[in-house]
């Protein structure tokens, strides 16, 4: 594909960096996608449709930048030449404290088992 070299430092980098990175295809998108965030809050993973059906509209040569309501970060485009996309996230552009968690937890009137106590003991 002549980039595997590029991508493979990319993914170098980012991991360097603690950024999951994935290379993507259709109908092989799971729920480590978000690294289980939303299986492990909901036990759900239709996200996947979702996200699948965003890959697939990409067009070429255009990066796609997104976040979600936890205020994770994402960001995928579609590798040249091929079926397969470029997945980076999550991410998140601050620090996840105590007081972040809290405040997330309460907006997304989450139970109390995963308050800002419990999920950072």
Known sequence: MGYETQLQFAGDLLKGLHISISILSPGHIGPEVDLGLRAMLFGREDYCD?????LLSAEDHTIYRFFDEYGCNYIFMKL?????????GPYLLGTAD???IAGLAGRLDLPEHMS???MLQ
């Open 50 to 54: 979702i996200l699948e059906n965003s």
């Open 80 to 88: 040249p030449g091929a079926d397969r996309y470029f997945f980076m």
């Open 98 to 100: 105590r007081d972040h």
């Open 116 to 118: 800002a106590n419990a």
